[in-house]
């Protein structure tokens, strides 16, 4: 692997500076897990903050010493020579408050307490994460980012990030993501977490005292949420109708292989995911709505954007549909800012934002090249 | 540096003389983006671009031109009714489906529309036709077979449809091998460019 980044750190930052959210909830106190690739320039304008979406965290690439076989979630995109090239762009990928990988979230002691947050953990919007991605910038001496990218969730913060703080993003690279969920979005969402929060395991969000892990409500959660990140064509293809024993056992334990694939993503999920940072995940997913503030106008509440955008979306995609990258399109249209829409001819689903294409990698480096002349005159 | 864009595509020099400097562009089919290129440079125009093909997607990016990938033959939704000082559509017409809705889109979202286009009324296309076969030449390199027009027109065409759309043609330039043509532009002339309006 000679393009990857190689054998990778995480590193932390604790800031004892409140964090009051949105929701009024305060963290007095909270820890931030991130990993850094590549090195900052002399006048720091190199710096690529990449956000992550529902599961993932601040491992974007590379490996880990004791972990060899850990690769970083977004690895095929970052590293040397890859269209986010490590050798010209610092990028910084965090792991989002409320997560489960080293970050402070509902697994972690509360300092007033000394248990586990668990219940208590203040519910997360996408705007208190870009508050706290921001204190790792001033900590980190970024003022500006080239660019701020992201998938999905990611995506949104990449998006918050321009309007929270226009003078601190030259570009954002908005890759199929959306203005605002769908309400069949957040119905999916919702069934997801009533798997969770009618697990008898779950115990309120306080299950860590109770040595018990809603493993049964978080492997559903997942589950339904992996069917709806596939196509029914991707899902068709790689599966079919096949058996696993090659005939009907008139049964209900595993026998097509599809649900053998479910079982197996759900399990494995269940076994390191924490319950209670899915649930905050996909709450923070159906409250973003940035035009909640400006009458449901999307281009109004753009406004402040100074940035460049990049936006990308997939065809197969039906979560976060083409016609909902188009709305962002229209919306940044209107503000005059510039802005160039790719959509990607794939059949993955929402998934296809994690996968090696040749199109969509290459509007990818085609992009972020430009970036990287731009920052580097 | 900008020599062989106008060189190559004769249209291009008449579409830039008519925009004025800082004006806003959308430019349909705008291919790898040259035109806007070209406009950003010289007119300082702020340009977006729409473009189905994934190729020419990927140099209107690398070469840092604001393209916007989409269908025109779905229309011109995604933009906003006046967005544009100018609607672009350079040697695109010919080759769209539904042509009259697309000529009136241009002028909801634009103030005024460009158009250029192979003049199929050409004294050589008009000479191909009379020895019995559809015309093949620089402007029109397909086989009938294999040709994305299927809208080809003549200049009385496109201005008939231009009053029957209660558009006002505001300018027309008539180029044949990069040079205009004057006399007889309608069979003289090869590539003809319009500049349009709504009738007020």
Redesign the interface.
């Given at each position: 692997m000679d393009n990857s980044v190689g054998i990778v750190q995480a590193q932390h930052a604790n800031f004892d500076q409140p964090l009051t959210c949105l929701s009024s909830g305060v963290l007095p106190r909270y820890d931030l897990a991130y990993e850094t690739y590549g090195s900052l320039n002399a006048d720091k304008s190199n710096a690529i903050l990449i956000c992550h979406a529902l599961s993932g965290n601040h491992h974007v690439a590379g490996t880990y010493a004791d972990d060899p076989k850990n690769v970083g979630w977004w690895d095929n995109m970052v590293g040397p020579g890859k269209p986010v090239d490590t050798n010209r762009f610092f990028v910084l990928g965090l792991n989002n408050l409320g997560g489960c990988h080293g970050t402070t979230g509902p697994s972690s002691i509360d300092p007033r307490s000394g248990q586990p947050y668990g219940s208590n953990f203040p519910m997360m919007t996408v705007e208190d994460w870009v508050e706290s991605q921001a204190r790792l910038a001033d900590r980190l001496g970024i003022k500006q980012f080239a660019a701020v990218m992201g998938g999905s969730l990611g995506g949104m913060q990449a998006m918050q990030w321009a309007i929270t703080y226009p003078e601190r993003v030259r570009h954002v690279l908005a890759i199929a993501s959306a203005p605002c969920l769908t309400t069949e979005n957040i119905a999916f969402n919702d069934v997801a977490r009533n798997a969770i929060l009618t697990d008898p395991d779950f115990h309120g969000g306080d299950f860590y005292q109770h040595g018990v892990v809603p493993t049964r409500g978080l492997r559903l959660a997942r589950m339904l949420g992996h069917i709806t990140y596939l196509s029914d064509d991707a899902m068709a293809g790689k599966f079919g109708r096949g058996l696993r024993s090659g005939k009907y056992k008139f049964g209900y334990d595993i026998e097509f292989e599809v649900e053998s694939y479910l079982r197996y993503q759900g399990d494995k999920f269940a076994s390191y995911f924490d319950a209670n940072t899915y649930l905050l995940m996909t709450k923070a997913l159906d409250y973003f709505d940035p035009a909640r503030h400006t009458e449901h106008n999307l281009a109004h509440a753009f406004a402040p954007i100074q940035a460049g955008f990049?936006v990308v979306s997939f065809s197969s995609d039906w979560r976060f549909s083409p016609d909902r990258s188009?709305e962002i399109?229209?919306a940044l249209?209107?503000n005059?800012c510039?802005?160039?829409?790719?959509?990607i001819?794939s059949r993955h689903g929402h998934d296809s934002f994690l996968m090696q294409d040749e199109?969509y990698f290459?509007?990818m480096r085609?992009?972020l090249?430009?970036i990287a002349r731009e920052v580097s005159r | 540096m900008t020599l062989p864009i106008i060189q190559s595509r004769p249209d291009f020099a008449a579409i830039a003389a008519w925009i004025p400097h800082g004006a806003?562009v959308l430019d349909l089919g705008c291919g790898d983006g040259s035109l806007l290129d070209y406009l950003k440079t010289e007119r300082e125009a702020?340009g977006?671009g729409v473009e189905i093909d994934?190729r020419n997607?990927?140099r209107?990016?690398?070469r840092?031109?604001?393209?916007?990938?989409?269908n025109l033959e779905e229309g011109l939704s995604?933009?906003?009714t006046g967005?544009f000082d100018f609607v672009i559509l350079s040697q695109t017409l010919q080759a769209t489906r539904h042509t009259e809705k697309l000529v009136r889109e241009m002028l909801r979202v634009g103030r005024e529309g460009i158009v250029s286009f192979p003049n199929f009324g050409y004294w050589k296309n008009l000479l191909q036709v009379l020895r019995g076969h559809m015309p093949i030449s620089d402007e029109l390199p397909y086989q009938w077979y294999d040709t994305p027009n299927v809208h080809l027109c003549t200049l009385r065409d496109f201005e008939q449809l231009c009053h029957d759309l209660s558009m006002q043609i505001l300018d027309q330039r008539v180029i044949t091998g990069g040079r205009e043509i004057s006399l007889l532009p309608n069979l003289l002339g090869s590539t003809a460019v319009y500049r349009f309006k709504r009738n007020t």
């Open positions: 990049l188009r399109v229209k249209l209107h005059r510039n802005i160039s829409y790719a959509e001819q199109q290459a509007v085609n992009y090249d430009n | 806003s702020r977006y994934d997607i990927l209107c990016i690398a840092g031109v604001n393209v916007i990938q989409g995604g933009f906003e967005a």
